[in-house]
């Protein structure tokens, strides 16, 4: 995401997008239980670090223990979906995308990484951390794209899910709303470790 500073509106894209899809999960938490609730917060908790991570070097250069702390932070978050893992396939979701930000973190904060990332290729082959693991949350997250992006066409949400009617709905009780946030971090997720 850090390149010329001509290059840096896909990161601010980035930015933008995951900080919204955070600030939306926050307030999907109002309101919700158990469950829905831990979910809606896990996914809070990706997007606006995402946001963070996403910021470009030249706003913002992070001091060399930052990526510690994305790497805790979002190692917690991995612990907690691969217990929570148990109770419903979703959270494998987040399993994968919490993994997938501590293995960026670890990536940024190698040696020679430079001042904000590993965008500067350090790897064996000139690419930022393992290929072969990289490649495989590129394709992970591509099938991800995909079908949430397919999910989204219209006629293929249940007819349960779409309200009948003149009867307003909040907008954080939309389920299109929540795919429409994921699909975006998901995006961004692709866009960071295309960087890589």
Known sequence: MHGPAWSA??????????????????????????????????????????????????????????WAVYAGVFGTAALRSLVAARRGGHHLHHLVGSSAMVYMAVVMA?????????????GADGTGGVPVL???????????VLWSGARLVPGTLPAAAVPAGPTPVAADARPEFTRVCRLSMALAMLAMLLTL
């Open 9 to 66: 509106w896909p990161a601010w894209l980035s930015v933008v997008l995951c900080g919204a899809s955070g600030v939306y999960c926050l307030l999907r938490t109002r309101g919700r239980a158990g469950q829905e609730r831990r979910a809606a917060g896990g996914e809070a908790v990706m997007g606006l670090g995402m946001a963070a991570m996403a910021l470009p070097a030249a706003v913002l250069t992070p001091p060399a223990w930052s």
């Open 110 to 122: 190698a040696p020679g990484a430079g001042a904000h990332g590993g965008h500067g290729g350090h």
């Open 134 to 144: 990289t490649g495989l949350l590129l394709a992970y997250y591509t099938g991800y």
